[in-house]
Nanobody
Framework: QVRLQESGGGSVQSGGSLRLSCEDS????????MAWFRQAPGKEREGVAT???????MTASSVKGRFTISRDNARKTHYLQMSNLKPEDTAIYYC???????????????????WGQGTQVTVSS
């Protein structure tokens, strides 16, 4: 049963933009803390941005000012708007959700129990 499904990945040139979407079929979506992670080849999974049910956000310093996380509770979807992309942003991007009992913002992969299958983002110089 697919609970999180990413879309929107692709290939862009440096300086370009992409918007990733994550459709969620989890119950109690509006109260869940959601996040985006990424993993480049040979590197550990890295937290990119997270958003709680009240719309509070936290963004990794490596993407702050370039990436924005948002959510649409009516559509049960959260988004990652990526601008001014750089080659080092190349990775597989995953969306994730916390257990709804835990609402604090977190960028550690261990805090999340539901994961999408990932979508590839490739940025060329």
């Amino acid at each position: 049963q697919v609970r999180l499904q990413e879309s929107g990945g692709g290939s862009v040139q440096s300086g370009g933009s992409l918007r990733l979407s994550c459709e969620d079929s989890l119950p109690s979506f509006s109260s869940r803390t959601m996040a985006w992670f990424r993993q480049a080849p040979g590197k550990e999974r890295e937290g990119v941005a997270t958003i709680d049910g009240d719309g509070n956000t936290m963004t990794a310093s490596s993407v702050k000012g370039r990436f924005t996380i948002s959510r649409d509770n009516a559509r049960k979807t959260h988004y990652l708007q990526m601008s001014n992309l750089k080659p080092e942003d190349t990775a597989i991007y995953y969306c994730a959700a916390r257990n709804y009992f835990f609402t604090t913002l977190a960028l550690s992969p261990s805090a999340y129990i539901y994961w999408g299958q990932g979508t590839q983002v490739t940025v060329s110089s």
